[in-house]
Each structure stands twice: as C-alpha cells, then as structure tokens.
C-alpha cells in the first residue's frame, strides 16, 4: 500500500486530466450521497410503498395530472394537483404526524411535493421510486376514474 501512496504524485503528474475527471467523479457522488441523507424524506420502491400502506395506512397523494390519475392511480390515493399543491391546507395539515407517500407519473414532481411537506413541517414523509412506472412495471394493480380513497 505505502508503494501505491508513493508513486501517486508520479501519476497524478503524468495524468492530469484523468485525476482531475477522478475527483470530479468523487465530488460528485459525494455530494449527491450527502443531498440524499439530509433531504428529509425517504425513496420507497413499489414493494417499501406497499408495506408503509398496509402497516402504518399511509396517506397517499398523487400530484400528477388529473389526465395521467383517471388513466391509472394506487387505489387510495388523492388527487391533488400540483399546481394546487398546498402542505398548509387544513385537510393535509391534519396529517402533519401521519406517515404520507407522495406520487407522480415519473418522480420527478413527487419529490418537489415531499421537499415542500417535510418545510411544513410533516415529520414522515416518503416518495415512491420511479413514480407510477415503477408500480406498473413491478406489475401491481391499478384503479382508474376519478375515484380517490380516503
């Protein structure tokens, strides 16, 4: 190991570029390990998602359009469009201490929804993985229409 830690310097001077690419990368992943610990709530697959809902009856909400909910959504969800999207209304602000779940067609929006719960002061709350996607291609059930739970 000490000759490793030796002949360092001598690569690092013939490879610059590739040393540079290497804490680049490093910096990186670091950095987006760090984002994921301290963001405040939890990525759940499909399976994780199951388990909170039947375990711990988890408030789930679905913030994608009302277009992508009535073709598909997790039975018991609420639709809650982004764009109305509101942590502090008084029928979610009831649910500060319950555990939430948060969706959307891909994740992507799921995730803004859960960072703007967690300000609010929601103390457990999670996203499903993949969003819609990754339910249907973990092949799970689906309700359609508009109907909503809770």
Known sequence: MSEILNRLP?????????????????????????????????????????QLINRNNALLIDVSSIQDFEQGHIAGARHVAMSQFDPENKDLAKARELPVAVYCKTGQTSATAAKRLKKAGFTDV????????????????LAKGRNSGK
């Not at 390990?33 to 709530?41: D, N, S």
């Not at 996203?127 to 799970?140: H, K, P, V, Y």
């Open 10 to 50: 001598e690569f690092i001077g013939n490879h610059p570029f590739l040393s540079l690419g290497f804490i680049g990368v490093l910096a990186a992943l670091i950095a987006s390990e760090v984002g994921r610990i301290t963001r405040g709530y939890k990525a759940l697959t499909p399976a994780g998602l199951t």
């Open 126 to 141: 999670s996203t499903l993985d993949g969003g819609l996607r990754s339910w249907i291609e973990a092949q799970l059930p």
